[in-house]
């Protein structure tokens, strides 16, 4: 019995009528570009968040970008962030001629840390980017209420449906990015992200910048980027929305049980296993499932060879990428990000799952352990 890190095509058996439906309406309209599929999402997305705005876009990269183009950010200025991401994360800072400041991670939650995240402010910052990590949100104590402190644009890209205090993504910064990657919680068939604002405001300068900053077309207000979400895509995440929640339970209930089944093959009080900490006030849901374990390299290759999947986010922190080698980073410089990078691997937690296989995973990592 295989399991692979993610089953998208089990996933669509339950929606797969109706997303076929929607793409053949696309089809049948040949709008493909922007229209009402594209409006109808970000209405739907809008609501589901409760923001006053939702924007599509390319996708979750282009996301990041254009909300820092938004505030202007260019050569000069410097944007705090966490060197355990995405790479996008601080590319699109990069990308803008800024320079990405990092700060260490909370060793429980591999968030940024909020102490981290102070000690790296100076007079140049121009916008913080948290990142909500694997589904769960990052605490940064008082600091998100705080009226004079630099812009926040939230990294939600695994986190749509997530909440802190009982408020989702895009209530506690100025913008929320999200990503439709297909391997998200709520996916497209293809690249796609988004842009919440609780500011309609904002969200309409958004929509500018996608469109190259026309408004009207062929009048530029603004130099933008071509950062629109296809029609197609739009379509097909109108389908997955309602099930957005549905899906984060189930992930949710395999997360749990993991705990029962590990705690059973007594990986836990031994410490040889360390389960995702999940902050008392965060709703987590699981875009990733990440254990702590020594000897992580031979684990994963262990669970390969029996048909397991397994992938490592992240293996390399962002101040030790080549591309930024000239910030001035080096080893040691933040220990909490560059451990994780040797101890993380995320194990399958697809709704899916069944007992059988939840046992199945389990027992392969005791397999290993305890031969």
């Known amino acids: 019995m295989k399991i692979p890190m993610l089953d998208l095509p089990v996933q669509l058996a339950s929606y797969r009528e109706d997303v076929l439906a929607a793409i053949t309406r696309v089809v049948d309209t040949q709008r493909f570009i922007m229209g009402p599929e594209v409006t109808g999402f970000e209405a739907e997305l809008a609501t589901y968040t409760g923001l006053a705005g939702a924007v599509g876009v390319s996708s979750g990269t282009d996301a990041l970008l254009a909300a820092l183009m ?7 200025d410097e944007v705090v962030t966490t060197p355990f991401s995405f790479f996008a994360t601080a590319g699109v800072i990069a990308r803008l001629g800024a320079t990405p400041v990092f700060a260490d991670i909370d060793p429980a939650t591999f968030n940024l840390s909020e102490s981290g995240l102070r000690a790296a402010l100076t007079s140049r910052t121009r916008a913080v980017i948290p990142v909500h990590l694997y589904g769960q949100f990052c605490d940064l104590g008082g600091f998100y209420a705080e009226a004079d402190r630099p812009p926040i644009i939230e990294d939600a890209a695994q986190a749509l449906g997530a909440k802190f205090t009982h ?27 988004g842009v919440l604002c609780a500011d309609e405001a904002r969200a309409e300068r958004i929509r500018i910048l996608r469109v190259h900053g026309s408004k009207p077309k062929y009048h530029h207000h603004v130099v933008g980027g071509n950062f629109r979400l296809d029609a197609l895509q739009a379509a097909v995440l109108r389908v997955k929305l309602p099930y957005l929640d549905q899906w984060a339970a189930g992930r949710r209930r395999n997360a749990a049980r993991y705990a029962e089944l590990f705690a059973e093959a007594g990986l836990l009080h031994r410490g040889i296993v360390t389960l995702p900490f999940v902050h008392p006030n965060a709703y987590h849901v699981y875009n990733q499932f990440v254990i702590r374990v020594p000897q992580r390299d031979a684990l994963r290759a262990h669970l390969s060879d029996r048909g397991v999947g397994s992938m490592v986010y992240y293996p390399r922190p962002l101040h030790l990428q080549p591309c930024f080698s000239d910030l001035g980073y080096g080893p040691g410089d933040f220990p909490i990000a560059e451990k994780a990078c040797h101890e993380v691997l995320a194990l399958p937690i697809y709704p899916e799952l069944t007992e059988a296989h939840l046992q199945r995973v389990v027992g392969e990592v005791a397999d290993f352990f305890d031969p």
């Open 70 to 76: 938004d505030l202007g950010v260019g050569p000069g």
């Open 167 to 193: 408020r989702g993504v895009g209530h506690f910064g100025e913008y929320a990015c999200v990503s439709f990657f297909p391997a998200k919680n709520l996916g497209a068939f293809g690249d796609g992200g």
